[in-house]
RNA sequence: GUGGGUGUAGCUCAGUUGGUUAGAGCGCCGGAUUGUGGUUCCGGAGGUCGCGGGUUCAAUUCCCGUCACUCACCCCA
């Protein structure tokens, strides 16, 4: 037998409903807030991933699906959206249409971990960009869709934190100062952290080994180094978030681990989840269009672990199936009939289905009730004899009858007024 | 990449201090019920005990290796 790829899984039928309303609810919202949708590939140049991602983080050196294509082109299948995105957008001039525009995608990423719960080598991601303002509204407008997704989905213990990085002179400045700190401090430093004194000293606030956060307690703050229109920015970020009601925390030690953030940053955590609890995440990264050769543009944007959103999702949030009736035809005038009643019933709209393998009114019966049909049409040689059909409520057992040809729309009827009444209630 | 846990029927799991034909619940199939399902009763099918090697008179059980799954570290969504 040949198994599916470690860390890579099927959506069974079984879970779909779950993935239906999550996506549903990504596409609606994404357009009531003004994004459009946008395709990329799955795979791009490896070059593009290692300039944007940046490459001495842990995606571009250990986690990436790469391979050469027949022409030698070493090619990388997508560890995450962003990057494609604005290629995406430099590449077809998307920037020239307005001043500003607003993308969002949804699709699978990879990357080469190691499995565990919420974690998996082919994950979904729902993201959006938001390019072309740097004005703090926009960074407002991402997280409010970011939270509002969340809530309509009503997820539980759900917190968002943020950060501001400001611009790259803050955080040189800052870098400077906080290399100095943790030299004093290097002999209580893990061994991870040790190398990121050179490579990438931010990330070492971010390490959650016990004596390192300890160590690291008394560093400088990096939000006391933003400029006066960083930490501007940043203010006003956060009265936006407060003008429209979403809490939020401020972490100072929040690094994201993609080297092109700057500014705002945020994550959303979820405490259902274990482990690997980040939910969704995201920041400004003002400089990533002209570090890929673009002209200079700011831009903001998400993305959300659909996996991990699954998981948390609670059972409440998927709607009941729609109602949909089981047609049980047999004998040799019944079985005809049940047939033509399905197309009928088909074209109405009206969800039907049969059992072919059942020839008895039993063994329908017994069908009916394995697909879990609210609703069985009875339709045997009688019927057709008398031009009827027997409509029967399988969680009543109440039965109907109804003439033949004009069954179709009585059953619809009848589907109809049920499904208002639900909605109702 | 590193560590821990688990692999027995379709599913969830017992069990064997090493000993003849390996069990339960659920599910599945048939019958009681030849035009009325989901309840009940009766019967039935289904297992290389993950794979390979070792110890032993004898291994599903003990040991070693290996693979798979899983949780955690790391990292991230």
Not at 222 to 240: A, C, E, I, N, W
Not at 254 to 268: C, N, P
Request: glycine share 8%; net charge neutral.
């Amino acid at each position: 037998m040949i198994r599916g790829i470690k860390g890579i899984k099927d959506i069974t039928p079984d879970e779909m409903p779950k993935w239906s309303v999550v996506e549903r609810t990504a596409h609606a919202l994404a357009h009531a807030f003004g994004f459009q949708e946008i395709r990329i590939p799955v795979f791009e140049k490896t070059d593009l991933y290692v300039h944007s991602i940046g490459g001495t983080t842990d995606i571009v050196e250990k986690e990436m699906y790469t391979f050469p294509d027949k022409a030698g082109t070493s090619l990388t299948l997508r560890p995450e959206g962003t990057a494609g995105v604005v290629r995406a957008f430099i590449e077809r001039g998307l920037k020239t249409y307005q001043s500003s525009r607003k993308l969002y995608y949804i699709g699978p990423m990879f990357r080469h971990e190691r499995p565990q719960a919420g974690r998996l080598r082919q994950f979904h991601q729902f993201g959006v960009e938001f390019v072309g303002s740097a004005e703090p509204s926009a960074d407002v407008e991402v997280m409010t869709l970011l939270w509002r997704f969340f809530s309509s989905l009503q997820l539980p213990g759900l917190s968002l934190e943020l950060n501001s990085l400001g611009v790259l002179t803050d955080r040189q400045a800052y870098k400077t100062e906080l290399v100095a700190f943790l030299k004093t401090k290097v002999h209580l430093l893990c061994e991870n952290c040790r190398r990121r004194l050179d490579a990438n000293a931010l990330r070492a606030l971010d390490c959650k080994v016990p004596h390192c956060r300890e160590a690291t307690k008394d560093a400088p703050y990096l939000t006391d180094f933003l400029s006066p229109s960083s930490k501007d920015h940043f203010d006003r970020v956060l009265q936006g978030l407060q003008a429209l009601a979403i809490p939020y925390s401020i972490n100072p030690r929040l690094v994201r681990g993609l080297d092109y953030y700057s500014m705002t940053t945020f994550e959303v955590s979820c405490s259902a989840l274990g482990a690997q609890n980040a939910i969704g995440a995201g920041g400004r990264y003002d400089g990533l269009f002209e570090t890929l050769g673009g002209v200079p543009t700011p831009a903001v944007g998400f993305a959300i672990g659909l996996d991990r959103v699954i998981l948390a999702l609670p059972e409440s949030t998927v709607p009941a199936p729609d109602p949909w009736v089981f047609v049980a035809s047999f004998g040799e005038k019944g079985r005809p009939a049940g047939l033509s009643l399905l197309d009928s019933l088909r074209l109405d709209q009206v969800k039907a289905d049969t059992d072919y393998n059942a020839s008895t009114l039993k063994t329908l019966l017994h069908s009916a009730d394995r697909l879990e049909a609210p609703y069985v049409v009875i339709l045997g040689d009688d019927e057709v004899t008398n031009n009827q059909v027997i409509l029967r409520n399988m969680a009543t057992k109440e039965q109907e009858i109804h003439p033949l040809n004009t069954a179709s729309s009585a059953i619809l009827a009848h589907l109809r007024f049920r499904q208002t009444r639900r909605n109702i209630d």
